[in-house]
Protein backbone atom coordinates (compact mmCIF):
# COMPACT_ATOMS: atom_id res chain seq x y z
CA UNK A 1 0.00 0.00 0.00
CA UNK A 2 1.24 3.60 0.51
CA UNK A 3 2.99 3.12 3.16
CA UNK A 4 5.23 0.35 1.38
CA UNK A 5 5.70 2.75 -1.56
CA UNK A 6 7.02 5.65 1.05
CA UNK A 7 9.25 3.50 2.58
CA UNK A 8 10.78 2.19 -0.58
CA UNK A 9 11.07 5.84 -2.38
CA UNK A 10 12.38 7.28 1.05
CA UNK A 11 16.00 8.85 0.15
CA UNK A 12 19.48 7.02 1.08
CA UNK A 13 21.19 9.54 3.88
CA UNK A 14 24.51 8.69 4.11
CA UNK A 15 26.35 9.98 7.14
CA UNK A 16 30.69 11.23 7.02
CA UNK A 17 32.53 9.46 9.83
CA UNK A 18 33.99 12.17 12.23
CA UNK A 19 37.13 10.06 11.97
CA UNK A 20 37.29 10.85 8.06
CA UNK A 21 39.73 14.00 7.82
CA UNK A 22 38.97 16.24 4.75
CA UNK A 23 42.89 17.69 4.89
CA UNK A 24 44.89 14.92 6.73
CA UNK A 25 48.10 16.62 5.79
CA UNK A 26 47.14 20.21 7.25
CA UNK A 27 47.60 20.77 10.92
CA UNK A 28 44.81 21.79 12.96
CA UNK A 29 44.32 25.31 13.80
CA UNK A 30 45.34 27.14 17.03
CA UNK A 31 41.71 28.81 16.61
CA UNK A 32 38.42 28.08 15.33
CA UNK A 33 35.46 29.48 13.90
CA UNK A 34 32.24 30.34 16.28
CA UNK A 35 28.56 30.67 15.78
CA UNK A 36 27.36 33.46 13.08
CA UNK A 37 26.85 36.70 15.44
CA UNK A 38 25.02 39.01 12.57
CA UNK A 39 24.03 39.88 9.38
CA UNK A 40 24.62 43.69 8.54
CA UNK A 41 22.52 45.76 6.42
CA UNK A 42 23.22 49.12 4.94
CA UNK A 43 20.54 51.24 5.17
CA UNK A 44 19.54 54.98 3.73
CA UNK A 45 16.97 55.22 6.00
CA UNK A 46 17.82 54.25 9.64
CA UNK A 47 13.98 55.08 11.39
CA UNK A 48 12.58 53.40 8.21
CA UNK A 49 14.41 50.40 8.57
CA UNK A 50 14.00 50.30 12.44
CA UNK A 51 10.48 50.83 12.40
CA UNK A 52 10.04 47.66 9.86
CA UNK A 53 11.78 45.34 11.83
CA UNK A 54 10.22 46.46 15.01
CA UNK A 55 6.59 47.81 14.19
CA UNK A 56 6.02 45.57 10.90
CA UNK A 57 8.04 42.13 11.87
CA UNK A 58 7.75 42.27 15.42
CA UNK A 59 11.31 42.20 15.98
CA UNK A 60 13.06 43.67 19.28
CA UNK A 61 15.39 45.79 18.17
CA UNK A 62 18.16 47.85 20.19
CA UNK A 63 18.67 52.07 20.58
CA UNK A 64 21.01 53.56 18.07
CA UNK A 65 24.19 53.53 18.91
CA UNK A 66 26.97 55.59 17.60
CA UNK A 67 30.55 54.40 16.86
CA UNK A 68 32.83 57.50 15.24
CA UNK A 69 35.85 54.80 15.15
CA UNK A 70 34.03 52.69 12.19
CA UNK A 71 31.93 55.82 10.84
CA UNK A 72 28.64 54.08 11.11
CA UNK A 73 25.38 54.31 13.43
CA UNK A 74 24.29 50.82 14.43
CA UNK A 75 21.16 49.14 15.54
CA UNK A 76 20.66 45.31 16.52
CA UNK A 77 18.00 43.33 15.57
CA UNK A 78 17.56 40.04 17.97
CA UNK A 79 16.29 36.81 15.64
CA UNK A 80 16.83 34.23 18.42
CA UNK A 81 19.59 32.28 16.53
CA UNK A 82 21.82 35.31 15.33
CA UNK A 83 20.97 39.33 15.00
CA UNK A 84 20.93 41.64 12.20
CA UNK A 85 22.82 44.67 12.58
CA UNK A 86 21.32 48.17 10.60
CA UNK A 87 24.15 49.84 9.87
CA UNK A 88 23.91 53.94 8.93
CA UNK A 89 26.59 56.34 7.24
CA UNK A 90 28.38 58.49 10.51
CA UNK A 91 30.28 61.29 8.94
CA UNK A 92 31.24 62.13 5.17
CA UNK A 93 34.37 59.60 5.57
CA UNK A 94 31.65 56.47 6.46
CA UNK A 95 32.49 53.35 4.20
CA UNK A 96 28.54 53.07 4.21
CA UNK A 97 28.38 56.12 2.95
CA UNK A 98 30.19 54.64 -0.05
CA UNK A 99 28.53 51.83 0.11
CA UNK A 100 25.14 53.58 -0.05
CA UNK A 101 26.14 55.82 -3.27
CA UNK A 102 26.96 52.02 -4.65
CA UNK A 103 23.50 50.31 -3.82
CA UNK A 104 21.06 53.78 -3.05
CA UNK A 105 18.10 51.06 -1.65
CA UNK A 106 20.94 49.47 0.69
CA UNK A 107 22.29 45.66 0.91
CA UNK A 108 24.07 42.87 2.58
CA UNK A 109 26.91 44.59 3.41
CA UNK A 110 29.05 41.83 5.35
CA UNK A 111 28.94 38.76 7.73
CA UNK A 112 30.00 38.44 11.37
CA UNK A 113 31.50 35.08 12.81
CA UNK A 114 33.05 35.18 16.39
CA UNK A 115 36.12 33.29 16.46
CA UNK A 116 38.07 32.07 20.09
CA UNK A 117 41.46 33.62 19.19
CA UNK A 118 41.60 36.57 16.46
CA UNK A 119 45.06 37.12 16.61
CA UNK A 120 45.92 33.41 16.62
CA UNK A 121 42.90 34.22 13.24
CA UNK A 122 45.00 36.95 11.98
CA UNK A 123 48.63 35.16 12.05
CA UNK A 124 47.61 32.07 9.88
CA UNK A 125 44.75 33.99 7.79
CA UNK A 126 47.98 36.12 7.02
CA UNK A 127 49.95 33.35 6.11
CA UNK A 128 47.26 31.95 3.96
CA UNK A 129 47.61 35.20 1.90
CA UNK A 130 43.84 36.03 2.83
CA UNK A 131 43.82 39.94 3.14
CA UNK A 132 43.08 41.73 6.51
CA UNK A 133 41.42 45.28 6.33
CA UNK A 134 43.74 46.08 9.46
CA UNK A 135 47.08 45.92 11.17
CA UNK A 136 45.22 45.25 14.40
CA UNK A 137 42.03 44.89 15.77
CA UNK A 138 39.63 47.42 16.46
CA UNK A 139 36.75 47.56 19.05
CA UNK A 140 33.22 46.66 17.84
CA UNK A 141 29.96 46.97 18.20
CA UNK A 142 29.69 44.46 21.09
CA UNK A 143 33.13 45.80 22.62
CA UNK A 144 34.68 43.25 21.38
CA UNK A 145 37.78 42.93 19.00
CA UNK A 146 37.05 42.50 15.55
CA UNK A 147 38.69 42.32 11.85
CA UNK A 148 37.26 42.61 8.68
CA UNK A 149 38.35 40.06 5.53
CA UNK A 150 39.35 41.47 2.09
CA UNK A 151 35.96 40.34 0.14
CA UNK A 152 38.15 39.15 -2.84
CA UNK A 153 39.88 36.90 -0.83
CA UNK A 154 36.15 35.73 0.34
CA UNK A 155 33.99 35.00 -2.58
CA UNK A 156 33.00 38.51 -2.72
CA UNK A 157 31.54 38.67 0.94
CA UNK A 158 33.44 41.25 3.58
CA UNK A 159 33.97 38.96 6.63
CA UNK A 160 34.19 40.01 9.77
CA UNK A 161 35.59 38.27 12.97
CA UNK A 162 34.72 38.83 16.15
CA UNK A 163 36.30 37.77 19.45
CA UNK A 164 34.05 35.49 21.37
Not at 79 to 88: A, F, P
Request: with cysteine.
Amino acid sequence: GLLTRLQTSAPTIRTLSSSNSFSPNIPSSLWKLGRLNHVAIAVPDLEKAQSLYKDVLGAQVSETVALPEHGVYTVFVELGNTKLELLHPLGEKSPIASFLQKNKTGGMHHICIEVDDIKAAMTELKEKKIRILSEEPKIGAHGKPVIFLHPKDCHGVLVELEQA
